[in-house]
């Protein structure tokens, strides 16, 4: 018995203890985490205090800043056309953060602005002279009496916007500060520029922009202000813009009317409404640009460039394509023998020919044979050693696209 008593003592004295520490334990943990959690309380109550006073700053910052319609009186009179450009554009941008920083608000004043229906151009061209392909031989002009308009027109490409910091003009960056704010009246006020403005780049950004606010629903408007647009334009920049803009979309309403503006009173080829024709018609273009191309009220060699390229599109495929190639050919091969004819034209004519058999994407196999079939025309009767080897290498050519139609094992 008192070897059990004895070892329960031990026992309890041993859970006592353990008890005790436990307990010290807790208590330790406990103001901790009342220590901890007055920290906590103290650092939230610090960042709210911070918040609160910086919604007050930034109050007052929106207060120190000048109303959307003063901002846009100084915009009116901030010309980079006059004195320091680039000190200007600084202050036009700083304008337009300013102006968007007041989101709706800012809208009101805007819209009132454009229905005022005047600009400020800020020195970034339109795209007037972006023409591709043909139009980049306006630059190896030697002296010639050439007026190439024609084939820039022709090779002219939509102008991009993507991220620019500085925007064309006034009202373009009034667009798309309007975008940028959003909503159903930014909406409405884009919608209604659009029926409104006499510019066709103004119409190709509204269209943009109002196709990202509401997807499809502004496409039919767009092309019907181009349309009538292009009737009276009220520059030289819209026409081209609004002809490329129509050929985007493979909108034909316009074909009555470019087939009319195609050659002009005085002998003049319209390159914008060439293109259109082109690409709109496709092959079916091909009687127009034949009778025009033998149209002898044309005489301006550039306009005839750009008609030979526009036609022979198709050599290989239509008898009329066909037949201005023999012609372009033939043309080039006179004036080669010709002491006194200009023997730059001559190889123009013939590197053109020759590179209208190599032109297009996907040629199937009957075009590749009928475009060798015009080539072996002249093969070997040219008695024009630099000629022959052009057109073997030509053939050469077609061998191998040829070749790569085959099916491969």
Same mark, same amino acid.
Do not use: C
């Given at each position: 018995?008192?070897? #059990? ?20 334990? $807790? ?17 939230? /109550?610090?960042?709210?205090?911070? $918040? ?10 929106? /207060? ?7 901002? %846009? ?36 004043? %805007? ?9 400020? +151009? ?33 090779? #002219? ?12 003009? !006034? ?7 309007? *975008? +940028? =704010? ?7 006020? !884009? ?7 006499? $510019? ?48 985007? #979309? ?18 003049? =080829? ?5 293109? *259109? ?17 033998? +149209?002898?009220? %044309?005489? +301006? ?51 053109? /020919? ?50 790569? $139609?085959?099916?491969?094992?």
């Amino acid at each position: 018995e008192e070897k #059990y008593e004895s070892q329960l003592k031990k026992q309890k004295f041993v859970s006592d203890d353990q008890r005790t520490e436990q307990a010290g334990r $807790l208590d330790k943990t406990t103001r901790s985490a009342a220590v901890s959690g007055s920290k906590k309380d103290q650092e939230i /109550a610090t960042l709210q205090n911070t $918040l609160t006073q910086r919604e007050k700053d930034i109050e007052e910052l929106i /207060a120190r800043l000048p109303t959307p319609e003063a901002i %846009i009186e100084a915009l009116k009179n901030l010309n980079p056309n006059r004195g320091r450009q680039r000190e200007t554009m600084r202050k036009v941008i700083h304008h337009f953060i300013a102006l968007e920083a007041h989101g709706v608000s800012a809208l009101p004043p %805007i819209q009132k602005f454009l229905k005022e229906g005047v600009d400020i +151009n800020y020195g970034r061209g339109t795209g007037r002279d972006n023409g591709g392909g043909l139009g980049r031989l306006a630059g190896n002009d030697d002296g010639d009496k050439v007026d190439w308009s024609s084939a820039r027109d022709y090779g #002219y490409k939509l102008p991009t916007f993507g991220i620019a910091l500085e925007p064309r003009s !006034l009202r373009l960056g009034l667009f798309e500060i309007t *975008y +940028n =704010i959003g909503g159903k009246n930014a909406e409405k006020i !884009l919608a209604a520029a659009l029926t409104t403005t006499g $510019l066709g780049i103004e119409v190709v950004r509204l269209g943009d922009l109002l196709e990202q606010l509401a997807p499809g629903k502004y496409k039919k408007a767009m092309l019907d202000a181009a349309r009538e647009l292009i009737t009276n334009p009220l520059d030289e920049d819209s026409k081209r813009i609004l002809f490329a803009l129509l050929l985007k #979309y493979k909108d034909p309403g316009l074909l009555d009317l470019a087939k009319g503006m195609l050659i002009s009173s005085e002998g003049r =080829i319209d390159g914008a409404a060439l293109r *259109y024709l082109n690409e709109t018609l496709g092959e079916n273009a091909m009687p127009l640009l034949l009778a025009a191309y033998r +149209n002898p009220n %044309i005489t +301006n060699p550039a306009d005839k460039i750009i008609l030979r390229d526009a036609a022979m599109t198709y050599v290989g495929k239509n008898a009329d394509a066909d037949q201005i190639f023999r012609e372009v050919f033939d043309e080039g091969l006179k004036k080669a023998k010709d002491s006194e004819a200009n023997p730059r034209e001559a190889w123009l004519s013939l590197i053109q /020919a020759g590179g209208a058999l190599q032109k297009g994407d996907n040629l199937t196999e009957n075009v590749i044979r009928n475009r060798q079939k015009l080539l072996n025309e002249y093969r070997g009767n040219t008695k024009n050693e630099l000629v022959e080897r052009g057109l073997d290498q030509v053939n050469k050519n077609l061998e191998g696209r040829m070749e790569r $139609l085959k099916p491969k094992n």
